[in-house]
C-alpha cells in the first residue's frame, strides 16, 4: 500500500510555484495577485483565509484580503468584488463561503469574471470543463487529479467511482476524470446497491461528508481510495473513509489529515499563477 503523502506533494507543487511566480514578478513589474473576500466572523472561514494567507506568502503571491461585517449589504458586496473585477492587481477572485445568511452566493459569485475565478465555480468554467475545453477547474477535484498523475496511477480506461454530487467537489471531479478517459459512476444518496457499485471501482473517490462510511467491503481489491472528507469525531480529524480498515485492500490511498486537504491549497496558487501567467 502506497500513501499518498498530499502535504509533501504540495510542498513540491508551491516551491515549484515560487519559480514560476518570481517570473511573473519580473516580467510583469508586479507580484501575481490574489483577492479574498470575507464577509462576516465565521471562525472555520477565518483560519482558512489565514492559511491562504501564509501559502500565498510562501511562494510570492501578493494577497489582499478584504473582511466586511456580517451586516454588510448585497450591494456593497457585489460593489466590491465588481471592483476587483476591474483591478488589474488582482488575477485571482475568491469569496470565502459560507455567506451570512442574507446575502445571495449565487449572485454574488456571479460578479466574477470566468478569468478572475480561481475557484473554478463560475457556469462558464464549469461549461468550459463539461465540454472538455479547459478552463478553471475546482481546486479540490484538480488536486487529486494531481495526486494521481505524481503517483503515477493509471487513470485512462479504469473505472472509477466518485461518491458525492456537489457543486463543489463531486460534479466536477467525474468529469475530470472522464476527460482523463475513465468510465465514471457518480453515486449519492438515493444510488440503490452503493456497496456493489465500489467495490468495482479501480479508482473510488469519496466526497459526501459522512465519516468513514466507506467501509472495506466496499472497496475493490488493490485499488486507488481518495478521501476527501474531514469530519471530527471525539476530538479527532476523520474522513469519509474507514482508514484502518480500507488502507489492507488498497493499492493507494490518502490520509486524513495530509492527504487531499493540503492539495487544495497548493491548486488555488496554481490557478492564481496560471491567471497571471496569461498576462505575460
Do not use: W
Amino acid at each position: 500500500m502506497t500513501l499518498l503523502d498530499g502535504k509533501k506533494t504540495a510542498a513540491d507543487i508551491r516551491a515549484e510555484l515560487a519559480f514560476r511566480a518570481a517570473q511573473i514578478r519580473e516580467k510583469l513589474g508586479r507580484e501575481a495577485g490574489l483577492a479574498v473576500v470575507l464577509i462576516g466572523d465565521d471562525p472555520a472561514s477565518e483560519v482558512y483565509v489565514r492559511n491562504k494567507e501564509r501559502a500565498c506568502a510562501e511562494v510570492g503571491i501578493a494577497s489582499h484580503t478584504y473582511r466586511l461585517p456580517a451586516e454588510t449589504s448585497q450591494e456593497e458586496a457585489e460593489a466590491l468584488v465588481c471592483s476587483l473585477a476591474k483591478d488589474g492587481r488582482v488575477d485571482g477572485i475568491l469569496v470565502q463561503l459560507p455567506l451570512p445568511g442574507h446575502l445571495d452566493e449565487k449572485a454574488l459569485l456571479r460578479r466574477i469574471p470566468a478569468q478572475k475565478d480561481v475557484d473554478g465555480f463560475s457556469a462558464e468554467n464549469m461549461g468550459l470543463l463539461a465540454k472538455n475545453e479547459g478552463g478553471v477547474a475546482a481546486c479540490t477535484p484538480r488536486g487529486v487529479m494531481e495526486l494521481l498523475h505524481r503517483y503515477q496511477i493509471p487513470i485512462s480506461g479504469k473505472r472509477a467511482v466518485v461518491v458525492g454530487r456537489s457543486n463543489i467537489v463531486g460534479r466536477p471531479m467525474a468529469l475530470l476524470l472522464l476527460n482523463a478517459d475513465a468510465t465514471v459512476t457518480v453515486c449519492h444518496s438515493k444510488t440503490k446497491d452503493l456497496k456493489s457499485i465500489c467495490a468495482q471501482a479501480d479508482i473510488l473517490v469519496a466526497a459526501l461528508g459522512k465519516p468513514r462510511f466507506i467501509t472495506a467491503d466496499m472497496v475493490k481489491e488493490g485499488a486507488a481510495v481518495i478521501d476527501v472528507g474531514i469530519s471530527r469525531v471525539d476530538g479527532k480529524l476523520v474522513g469519509d473513509v474507514d482508514f484502518e480498515e480500507v488502507e489492507k485492500k488498497a493499492s493507494f490511498i490518502t490520509p486524513v489529515p495530509g492527504g487531499v486537504g493540503p492539495m487544495t491549497i497548493a491548486m488555488l496558487l496554481l490557478s492564481v499563477v496560471e491567471a497571471a501567467e496569461k498576462k505575460l
